[in-house]
C-alpha cells in the first residue's frame, strides 16, 4: 500500500496568500521519496506549479523503476533493495528581482551507495519565467574567465585541508560547464555573491563529498553580467 504525505506550514500573515513551505513524502514496499520546497516558492504560484509537477513526475518514475528492478529481482532470484529519492530546494536569496534556490538531492538505486546531486534555480520575477543561472551572464566563457584564479585558489586550499595536504586525486580545478553556479546576496538587494559548488566526481572523489566555493561579485564579474541583469547585481566583498 502507498502512503502519501503532502506537509504543509504556513508561515507568516501578510498580504491575502500566506505562504506555504511544502513537503511531499511517499513511502511504499518498493520506494521512499522525498520532496520538499521553502515558503518564497509558495508566494509565486507559477513557480509552485512547476516544483509540484517535477515532483510528481520524479516520484513517477522512482515508483516505475523500482517496481521494474523488484520484478526482476525475484525472477533472478536476488535480493532486492527498496529506492529512495530525496530532493529538498532551498532559498539562497530573494531580491526584488531575483528568487535563488538551491537543491539537494539524493539518488538510491540499489547499488553501492546513492548518487548525490546539486542544482540551481533562478526566477525572474520581472519576467516571471525561470532563468538558467549562467545565462544572466554574456557567456559562460566570459563568466569563467572572470572567476577562474579565484576559483582555483579557494578550491585548492580546501582540497588540501579535507585531503591532509594533498590535492584531490580527481579533477583539480574544474571548469565552469561541470559546476552548478548559485546566485546570492548579502543583503537581499541585490546579487553581490556566486556559489560554484562540484558534485562528487567532479572535483573529488565520492568520499570527499561536494566541494561549494562562495566568490564576491567583483568589477569583473559585473562586466561579465548581459546589460538587462546588471542593475540587479552590486559588487560584494
Known amino acids: 500500500m502507498r502512503k ?7 508561515l507568516g500573515v ?11 513524502r511517499t513511502k511504499t514496499a518498493d520506494y521512499e521519496f522525498t520532496y520538499h520546497y521553502p515558503a518564497a516558492v509558495g ?21 516505475r523503476d523500482a517496481a ?5 529481482a525475484k525472477a533472478s532470484g536476488f535480493p532486492f533493495r527498496p529506492y529512495s529519492y530525496v530532493k529538498t530546494w532551498k532559498q539562497v ?7 535563488s534556490l538551491s ?18 534555480l533562478l526566477w525572474d520575477k520581472a519576467a516571471g519565467r525561470r532563468l ?8 559562460e566563457a566570459a ?46 538587494r541585490a546579487i553581490d555573491r556566486i556559489g560554484l559548488i562540484a558534485d562528487p566526481y567532479v572535483a573529488g572523489s565520492y568520499v570527499e563529498g561536494s566541494y561549494e566555493v562562495t566568490l564576491p561579485v567583483t568589477r569583473v564579474v559585473l562586466a561579465a553580467v548581459k546589460p538587462a541583469y546588471r542593475a540587479a547585481f552590486a559588487p560584494g566583498r
Not at 93 to 99: E, H, Q, V
Not at 132 to 139: A, I
Not at 147 to 155: N, W
Not at 165 to 180: H, I, Q, V, Y
Open 4 to 10: 502519501v504525505i503532502i506537509a504543509l506550514a504556513l
Open 14 to 24: 501578510a498580504g491575502p496568500v500566506a505562504a506555504q513551505v511544502a513537503t511531499i
Open 43 to 63: 508566494r509565486i504560484p507559477a513557480l509552485k506549479h512547476r516544483l509540484d509537477a517535477e515532483a510528481a513526475a520524479i516520484r513517477r518514475k522512482t515508483a
Open 68 to 72: 521494474s528492478d523488484r520484478r526482476e
Open 93 to 99: 536569496t530573494d531580491t526584488s528581482r531575483f528568487l
Open 103 to 120: 537543491s539537494d538531492s539524493y539518488h538510491y538505486t540499489g547499488g553501492a551507495h546513492g548518487q548525490p546531486a546539486s542544482s540551481a
Open 132 to 139: 538558467e543561472t549562467k545565462s544572466v551572464f554574456v557567456s
Open 143 to 188: 563568466l569563467q574567465a572572470a572567476t577562474r584564479t579565484d576559483y582555483c585558489a579557494r578550491l585548492k586550499a580546501e582540497q588540501m585541508r579535507r585531503n591532509r595536504g594533498e590535492l584531490s586525486s580527481m579533477n583539480a580545478c574544474p571548469p565552469l560547464k561541470d559546476l552548478t553556479l548559485l546566485l546570492g546576496s548579502s543583503n537581499g
